[in-house]
């Protein structure tokens, strides 16, 4: 309560509407991330904030202009665009917190519908084909959600979530929702392990929750958007899933939960899945304005047999209003059907497969800051190891990738004490 209001008479002098403004249980609004996940409260993602008359608002996302090279036969390269923004206005309704919000890209025009170059990723469709060693462009409509959350006491709320577009309860903080992963462009290759039902077309969620767990369950389409990007596809509540979350201290956040998916891939369509994932993130802040954040993530998918395991592991230290540093690692299993390696006679059984990995660190440096917004100047590089098996297909057992980016995102309001005490930043 008093932070709002504090925050709120930094952006609007004299503001006293925050006053009124209801956070469920204390819960600090920055501990959201995507969909109705949790990040640490210590490392929140870069935002604006603001009052309109009784409404709450908060803005965040990041533009990327990059140039993406990928090595060898499969490999490409392109010049394109990576963006996303998205905008959650709040207010007061019956005693509780109602929050409309929605999340916007661009990408199918800015990276083009067939995705970017990305070795080894595969997952969703481009002209009815599976897509490989890209990653395809996320929907425009990538949310759109109200919720409401309600106390019912001081140790306990109730809360609801519809989205036509959005997130179910599955899965950890979607990638570019993590603060370990902020100025990581790239996706994880383990993104159809983990994270990639955070665009369903149709999320019903309800939840109860502490003031640092919180247990939700969720029925979705579990079916993953088709290739045509900039409209809504066709709404179902086929699938469900459950999770629980816990954030035991500002610091750190657990989550763990279970998925059934009917139906997901548009070009196996009789095939369900079963999705378990279980993730723990750490933050803390470093110095007066920067924070370092972690994240590992394990992530299986499940059609029948075996789990088929990912597991990931990524961090992004921002030091100071300069420099950033972040890296990945990730091993999944990926079959030769998903990518689309050459099966049958002479070729692969569909159902071999083979274990990947990836490892890749990053360097971002900020050249000009406005009040709102920062420009940094960023570099990635990404080496790949492969079986022997598919040394042939990529060229080599190490294939190499990488991108240089130029990066737009909201100053850095991390830390409300630098929000509140020193606009602008006046550290160094
Ligand atoms: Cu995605």
Excluded: C
């Amino acid at each position: 309560m008093r932070f709002l209001a504090l925050l709120a008479t930094a952006v609007i002098p004299g503001a006293i509407q925050a006053q009124q403004m209801v956070t469920p249980l204390g819960i600090p609004m920055q501990r959201m991330g995507s969909g109705t996940t949790w990040i640490p409260d210590a490392t929140p993602l870069p935002s604006r904030q603001g009052m309109a008359g009784s409404w709450f608002l908060m803005v965040h996302g990041f533009g990327f202009v990059q140039y993406d090279a990928q090595g060898g036969a499969r490999g490409d390269e392109q010049l394109g665009s990576l963006n996303w923004a998205m905008l959650m206005a709040s207010r007061d309704l019956a005693g509780g917190r109602f929050q409309v919000r929605t999340m916007l890209s661009l990408d199918a025009a800015t990276v083009s519908t067939r995705g970017y170059p990305l070795l080894l990723q595969s997952g969703e469709s481009y002209r009815g084909q599976p897509i490989h060693d890209r990653q395809h462009p996320h929907d425009f409509w990538m949310e759109l959600a109200v919720m409401y959350e309600h106390a019912v006491s001081s140790k306990l709320g109730l809360a609801l979530y519809a989205a036509p577009s959005g997130e179910p309860a599955l899965g950890p903080v979607a990638f570019m929702h993590r603060p370990s992963a902020m100025d990581n462009a790239f996706a994880p290759l383990s993104h159809h392990w983990q994270d990639a039902t955070h665009i369903s077309f149709g999320v019903v969620t309800a939840g109860i929750f502490g003031p640092n767990w919180k247990i939700e369950g969720s029925a979705f389409n579990g079916r993953e958007p088709d290739e045509e990007r900039w409209g809504f596809d066709r709404l179902r509540l086929n699938s469900y899933s459950g999770r629980l979350t816990i954030n035991p201290s500002a610091r750190w956040s657990f989550a763990a939960g279970y998925g059934f998916l009917r139906n997901p891939d548009a070009l196996r369509p009789t095939e369900s899945l079963h999705r378990a994932t279980a993730s723990l993130q750490y933050g803390r802040q470093i110095g007066v304005d920067g924070q370092w954040a972690t994240t590992l993530v394990w992530g299986g998918n499940r059609h029948s047999g075996d789990y088929s395991h990912s597991v990931l592991v990524e961090s992004e230290a921002v030091f100071d209003h300069h420099n950033t540093l972040f890296g990945r690692f990730e091993v999944v299993h990926k079959t030769a059907e998903d990518l689309v390696l050459p099966t049958g006679p002479g070729g692969f059984a569909p159902e071999s497969t083979f274990r990947v990995a990836s490892l890749s660190i990053g360097y971002g440096r900020e050249l000009a800051r406005t009040r709102w917004s920062t420009l940094g100047l960023g570099v990635q590089a990404v080496v790949n190891r492969v079986p022997s098996a598919l040394e042939a297909s990529y060229g080599s057992r190490t294939p190499i990738g990488g991108m240089l980016f130029i990066r737009l995102r909201p100053f850095h309001s991390l830390h409300a004490k630098s929000e509140m005490g020193m606009p602008g930043g006046t550290a160094r």
